[in-house]
């Protein structure tokens, strides 16, 4: 593993023992706040000037589906207590936020999650893709960031710090709780806690095997037309301790897959925050 790659580890680590224990890091200069509205999780992630991660909060949420705001009063309601939970934690008020979209969504959905930041008492002052925000966490100028989250398997191939080519496919963590509820003849809420509990992973894991492999697929397609390696997999469905070993198989590229992979793009949503 590189150096740089040791050291975003270690502050995805040290972010998540952070949202894990309540509590946050002495900080210099202004805060900003990233807001990272997900389809499974809603992701509050505060740095620094240094952009060293200061405090966090996460929350299960429903209020986005596929990069589009489908309760907005509800996503409002959460943004707002979070804020406010996090202001009382750090002793101060949090003002300047960034928030993220996934690649190839349609601009009035980019505008509706920059409306819930604004409504929920932030100054909005930067929108950026999330596999950007990905990148900037991991430190990387060349390869591809695939960002797996609830509704999708979103894709950026980056070239010298810029981003070539994005796509954004219909296959995610809701694909796997589904596939999951099937096969166990369950509701997808038992489905979803199964999926999330460590201890039953030798057991679900198999199941959604086809799932991983069917994102696999959508990489690959993309790694035809503009080839990248390696690999970066972020975002809460590639959680799975062999998930990047049945990725690495298919795509026959070194795939590496973060500490903490939920928590690389609210922290890059927050460190591409301007103040």
């Known amino acids: 593993m590189s150096h740089d790659m040791e050291a975003c580890n270690a502050t995805l680590t040290e972010f998540e023992r952070l949202i894990e224990e309540h509590r946050n890091n002495p900080w210099t200069g202004p805060l900003r706040t990233g807001v990272d509205l997900g389809t499974a999780n809603i992701v509050l992630a505060v740095v620094d000037r240094e952009n060293r991660p200061v405090a966090g909060i996460t929350y299960p949420s429903t209020v986005v589906r596929d990069g589009v705001v489908v309760d907005y009063m509800g996503a409002v309601r959460t943004v707002t207590r979070l804020k406010a939970q996090l202001e009382e934690q750090l002793g101060a008020v949090l003002d300047a936020a960034g928030c993220a979209i996934p690649p190839g969504v349609a601009s009035g959905s980019v505008k509706a999650i920059g409306n819930v930041v604004e409504a929920a008492g932030f100054r909005l002052t930067s929108t950026v ?20 989250g609830g509704g999708t398997t979103g894709i950026s191939i980056l070239r010298d710090g810029q981003v070539a080519y994005v796509d954004d496919e219909p296959t995610g963590g809701a694909h796997m709780t589904l596939v999951l509820a099937g096969f ?3 509701s997808t809420q038992e489905a979803e806690r199964m999926k999330r509990d460590p201890a039953q992973e030798h057991s679900v894991f198999p199941v959604v095997r086809p799932v991983v492999e069917k994102m696999a697929a959508i990489v690959k397609r993309c790694l035809e037309k503009y080839p990248a390696e390696p690999v970066y997999v972020v975002g809460g469905a590639c959680c799975f301790t062999e998930f990047e070993a049945v990725f ?7 795939v590496v897959k973060p500490a903490a992979p939920l928590l690389v793009t609210p922290l890059g949503i927050a460190m591409n925050c301007t103040e």
Do not use: F, N, R
């Open 129 to 148: 893709d999330e596999p950007t925000a990905a990148a900037s966490v991991l430190g990387i100028t060349d390869g591809a960031v695939v960002d797996v």
């Open 184 to 186: 166990h003849g369950c």
């Open 248 to 254: 690495q198989k298919y795509l026959g590229v070194p």
